[in-house]
């Protein structure tokens, strides 16, 4: 009797010290699985922090850190630290940057089917976050073919052209011009306008115009100020469509599949979240930076008319033709939803 007191008094005891390991040994086990899922990317911004594209991307990359509690996280290299604009496709493609933020037009030369996202009003200004949304299936199909996971695009702003030295008001005033272009749609675009296309890295413009090395670019009101292009272009005609790009926000796909599915979830909801940031927080920049530049004696400022801007749309059609002739299948389901909004 005695015997089976003390047998059962042990085993008591083993069952309670099994419990305080289990107690002690699945919050270790839980911290360290945690740990081991943080998933921390290197993010390539082409602009400087302060601009509106920075910002979006920033509030982007915020939102996924907080929703994941932590899991996925940024490094952030602002103003092409990282990567150049140009290179940027293929770095993330390669994995030299993980995650990343550039102009699509830098990659069209290699990618026929973003042709059309350069054409002139190609993305009505008023519904970009309805087509954004309505073509993301296509391009992530397109940017998958380069091992690069597309998640989204901020809203870019009203087209305007800045020069050295005139308004550009017509084709006419496009005549004899150098002006600076990114991608084959929009230096197809100033073709047919009549100037001379010159391809200079955005990083490289400022000067570029201090010298008369161009006369001009195709540019957006938040990266003129960013840039303080306006000080060596200060002729600035705002055409009012949607800018001619798209600034797409990538991940390396080998980078995304590391992610787990809880949290790739959680990154493309915030993107909805982030559309809507960017729209509200772009708009009024641009509010304000066409306020200031008007105040500025040196520079000066022109809205086109309905009818110049018309005149203007209506050279481009043959670019519209191009996209489609140039493109693969699923560049034409890009074109087929877009020229579905068209409305001239």
């Known amino acids: 009797m005695k ?5 059962k008094t042990k085993w008591i005891s083993f069952l309670v010290m099994v419990a305080l ?26 602009f400087p922090q302060s601009d ?32 150049k604009a140009p290179q940027l496709f293929d770095a993330l493609k390669m994995g030299i940057a993980d995650s990343g933020g550039a102009a699509v037009s830098f990659a069209t030369g290699k990618v026929p089917d973003f042709f059309i996202l350069e054409v002139q009003d190609s993305v009505p200004d008023d519904k970009w976050i309805e087509v954004y949304k309505k073509i993301t ?10 091992d690069i996971k597309y998640i989204w695009a901020p809203y ?18 496009f005549k004899g011009l150098k002006i600076r272009g990114a991608g084959r749609g929009i230096i197809r675009t100033i073709e047919l306008w009549g100037a001379s296309p010159m391809f200079i890295d ?40 949607h800018c ?25 909801e915030a993107v909805h979240d982030s559309m809507l940031y960017s729209d509200k927080t772009t708009r009024q920049l641009e509010a ?16 086109l008319t309905k009818e110049e801007k018309i005149n203007f749309l209506k050279m481009t059609l043959p670019t519209w033709d191009e996209a489609r002739k140039n493109a693969g299948p699923l560049g034409n389901k890009l074109i087929d939803i877009l020229v579905s909004y068209r409305k001239w």
Request: charged residues 20%; proline residues 2%; positive net charge.
């Open 3 to 7: 015997t089976k007191k003390i047998t």
């Open 52 to 83: 509106a594209y920075s910002m979006s991307a920033t509030h982007w990359a915020n939102l996924v850190e907080e929703r994941t509690k932590g899991r996925v996280k940024f490094i952030h290299y602002y103003t092409s630290s990282l990567v």
């Open 156 to 173: 870019l702003g009203v087209q305007i052209y800045i020069t050295r030295n005139k308004f550009i008001k017509a084709h006419e005033d």
């Open 137 to 146: 299936p296509v391009l992530s199909e397109i940017f998958a073919k380069h």
């Open 244 to 268: 001619s790009n798209l600034y797409s926000i990538g991940v390396n796909m080998k980078v995304w599949n590391s992610i787990s599915q809880e949290d790739q979830k959680i990154m493309i």
């Open 288 to 303: 304000d930076i066409r306020k200031e530049f008007k105040a500025i004696k040196d520079v000066h400022v022109y809205e």
């Open 21 to 46: 390991v289990i107690m002690v040994g699945i919050p270790l086990f839980c911290n360290a699985a945690a740990t081991k899922e943080v998933v921390t990317l290197k993010m390539s911004h082409q």
């Open 202 to 241: 955005v990083g490289e413009l400022y000067t570029a115009l201090q010298r008369g090395t161009v006369d001009g670019a195709n540019m957006t009101y938040t990266i003129t100020k960013s840039l303080k292009l306006y000080e060596a272009a200060p002729y600035i005609t705002e055409f009012g469509w």
